[in-house]
């Protein structure tokens, strides 16, 4: 097993004006995938430039010829499964065949309330799980089946098609964020590879130890929910996104490589860490960056 080294480039700048070469940039550094958060807007973001996802990402695919890229994640917060899915084929299509589904419940910021009447609540953490309990088994079917009728709690389809279907078959791959129960059995039901950040609880106070036993932790959980389900956890790629755990893993090479390798010994096989963005929690000199990027994962396969 080796552990491969991936981006996530925030869409906030003009494609004309920066947005381009970073994603190609990011194939010429070698990173294995270039990722992209699909929200309306984002935390500290939110005043500034912010650009769609699936347009961002179609506009990479024409640019690129090797690198996967994708989402990182989408929700159904604002997203329906039957325009999700028409939406991806196409990306599929564009990319041929090189997009990664990154998918989640979703979380209470702006996304959830965008659409929704101002006297109305977000949904609530239950709430969530319930829409993604439905919306993920929809989006498969939309996407290996040429047409799909279904009738659901929270979504319909009727005669919803999809032909010619994905360039990646049956399907391009899902990677599913979750920590939960529920959403660690649709993990292991429909994703290709599970996706986590650590434990939020421990961002603010936890310590880096901590950490790494919150993800081992989470393995466990995962495994457990692959055995209910009759697969093999070893089945799934095992993604961390860095930025969200204790301690400042990217505040050096040697800092990222100790980083690198503990989380690398638990099982993950894949680490993303965010696109230099200055004057923000994700600001990193450029020469540190490029390093990482092309030197840090040499002795991990």
């Known amino acids: 097993m080796s552990l491969r080294l991936s981006t996530v480039i925030l869409p906030v700048d003009r494609w004309h004006e920066g947005g381009c070469e970073k994603w190609q940039r990011a194939e010429d550094l070698g990173f294995h995938a270039a990722y992209t958060y699909d929200h309306l807007s984002w935390r500290t973001f939110r005043d500034g430039p912010w650009f769609g996802a699936i347009p961002t990402l179609t506009a990479a695919a024409a640019v690129t ?3 996967r890229m994708g989402t990182l994640v989408t929700s159904p917060n604002f997203r329906h ?27 209470n ?43 659901g709690r929270f979504y319909a389809a009727h005669e919803a098609r999809n032909i010619p279907g994905c360039v990646q078959r049956p399907r391009l791959p899902f990677a599913v964020a979750a920590t939960g129960p529920r959403g660690l059995r649709l ?9 986590t950040t650590g434990d939020p609880k421990l961002y603010e106070t936890g310590t880096p130890e901590q950490s790494v036993a919150a993800v081992r932790g989470q393995i466990s959980r995962l495994g457990a929910a692959c055995e209910e389900t009759g697969r093999d956890v070893s089945e799934l790629d095992k993604i961390l996104l860095t930025g969200f755990t204790p301690g400042r893993p990217l505040r050096s090479f040697d800092a990222f490589v100790n980083f690198a390798g503990t989380h690398f010994d638990l099982g993950l ?24 990027a092309t030197e840090a994962l040499a002795q991990f396969g």
Not at 117 to 125: A, I, Y
């Open 187 to 195: 993990a292991a039901r429909y994703g290709q590879a599970w996706v």
């Open 269 to 292: 096989t894949e680490i993303v860490v965010h696109w230099p963005v200055p004057d923000s929690d994700f600001a990193m000199e450029t020469e540190l960056f490029e390093r990482i």
């Open 109 to 151: 910021g702006f996304d959830a309330t965008t659409l929704r009447g101002s006297d109305e609540e977000p949904w609530t953490p239950r709430e969530r799980a319930d829409h993604f309990d439905e919306f993920v088994p929809l989006l498969d079917r939309l996407l290996r089946e040429p047409s799909v009728t279904q009738e």
């Open 81 to 107: 499964p039957v325009t999700l899915a028409k939406d991806l084929v196409t990306l599929d299509d564009v990319s041929d065949g090189r997009i990664t589904l990154g998918i989640g419940a979703g979380g």
């Open 65 to 67: 010829q090797r690198m």
